[in-house]
Structure formats: structure tokens, C-alpha cells
T-cell receptor, first 112, second 112 residues
Framework: GEDVEQSLFLSVREGDSSVINCTYT??????LYWYKQEPGAGLQLLTY?????DMKQDQRLTVLLNKKDKHLSLRIADTQTGDSAIYFC????????????FGKGTTLSVSS | DGGITQSPKYLFRKEGQNVTLSCEQN?????MYWYRQDPGQGLRLIYY???????QKGDIAEGYSVSREKKESFPLTVTSAQKNPTAFYLC???????????FGQGTRLTVV
């Protein structure tokens, strides 16, 4: 199928690291994205990784890509209460004429 | 300010009435999208448009209609044929189809 899979919930303590996981479908996907959605708002593009990369780091965010297993992860270091949100991964299929495919989202809850 | 604007933020309608949700972008993007978000369902694609005067059905197009007469605008009409119209609607745009998408702040539609 064309499902992008994510676990639905993650709960961490403030200051810990958070790791949000995603499995995608198309081994020939060109880009993979992470979006953040705060309550009642639209989605904000956090970061992305090109499919020929294994890792990308951007301040507190680290994206890891395992192409063999079609597994993508987002690590948030020193998680803060302001990081509480829904996180979506999305893949850009190489097949022409398709929009981004989104996962169902992982709700991150950060407790102080 | 460049961006994508959805209006209104909240919308209430009586059952059986058609309603049109507005989406405008000044990013000079060719592609535009409408998604529906329900709790636990993630994002589901309703319609998308690759260029002006062209649009394609997404996964859940039944009961919805769109137009793309101008590059900047992609309004969505929720018709009385849509069985469960109450939801959060998100509009997005991207430079071309299948590249990173930028989202509006969403419209919450409640049908009573």
C-alpha cells in the first residue's frame, strides 16, 4: 500500500531526548519531510532530508534515514514543553503526478 | 509578507447548505492542495491542482468541489452531498507538485 506509518503517541520529560519514528513506502522517494503542528494551527515544515543522505542535523533536530529498512526518525535533543505538538512525516514519491504522502502523525507530550 | 492565507478560521453552517472555504497564496507556487484532518486520521487529500485551470481528485473527493481560475487562489466548496463535513480543513501550496508544501492556518468547519 501507500501508507506512511508512525506511532501515535510519545511522552517524555522536559530535558530528555525525543525520538519519533516513521516508516515509508517507496524506496525511490526523493525527499522525506518532518512537519510540526501545534494545536489549532497549520503544519510547519521543520526539516527534510534528501534520499541519498543518511543523517541531517539542524540545531536540536537530527534526522536519520535508513533506506534499506525505509525507516526515518526525528530526534529532538533537550526536549522542551514548547515542543509538545503533533509531528508528521511525509514522503515525496518519485512517481509523477502525486502529492506528498503524510503519516497519521505522532502526538508528542512533554511534561515538566 | 509571503504566505498562504485561509479564511475564515472558524465557520458554522446548517446541514444541507453548501459552503466555500477560501485559500490564497502569494508565494507564486504552481501547486495547491486541500486536506481534511480528523482526530486520529492524520491528513487526507481532498483535491490538488498542479497548475491553473487543472485539478485532480485526491483520496476523499466525494462531496467536495474546487476551482483553480487564478494561480493564487484555490477555493474549496463543501457541498450538501458530503456526509460528515465537520472537520479541520488545511490548504497548502508548493512550488511544483511533489515538493515541500507550505500550509495555511486551517479552517475549522462545524455543521449543525
Amino acid at each position: 500500500g501507500e501508507d506512511v506509518e508512525q506511532s501515535l503517541f510519545l511522552s517524555v520529560r522536559e530535558g530528555d531526548s525525543s525520538v519519533i519514528n516513521c516508516t515509508y513506502t517507496d524506496s525511490s522517494s526523493t525527499y522525506l519531510y518532518w512537519y510540526k503542528q501545534e494545536p489549532g494551527a497549520g503544519l510547519q515544515l521543520l526539516t527534510y532530508i534528501f534520499s541519498n543522505m543518511d543523517m541531517k542535523q539542524d540545531q536540536r533536530l537530527t534526522v536519520l534515514l535508513n533506506k534499506k529498512d525505509k525507516h526515518l526518525s526525528l530526534r529532538i535533543a533537550d526536549t522542551q514543553t514548547g515542543d509538545s505538538a503533533i509531528y508528521f512525516c511525509a514522503e515525496s514519491m518519485r512517481q509523477a503526478g502525486t502529492a506528498l504522502i503524510f503519516g497519521k502523525g505522532t502526538t508528542l507530550s512533554v511534561s515538566s | 509578507d509571503g504566505g498562504i492565507t485561509q479564511s475564515p478560521k472558524y465557520l458554522f453552517r446548517k446541514e444541507g447548505q453548501n459552503v466555500t472555504l477560501s485559500c490564497e497564496q502569494n508565494l507564486n507556487h504552481d501547486a495547491m492542495y486541500w486536506y481534511r484532518q480528523d482526530p486520529g486520521q492524520g491528513l487526507r487529500l481532498i483535491y490538488y491542482s498542479q497548475i491553473v485551470n487543472d485539478f485532480q481528485k485526491g483520496d476523499i473527493a466525494e462531496g467536495y468541489s474546487v476551482s483553480r481560475e487564478k494561480k493564487e487562489s484555490f477555493p474549496l466548496t463543501v457541498t450538501s452531498a458530503q456526509k460528515n463535513p465537520t472537520a479541520f480543513y488545511l490548504c497548502a501550496s508548493s512550488m511544483t507538485l511533489n515538493t515541500e508544501a507550505f500550509f495555511g492556518q486551517g479552517t475549522r468547519l462545524t455543521v449543525v
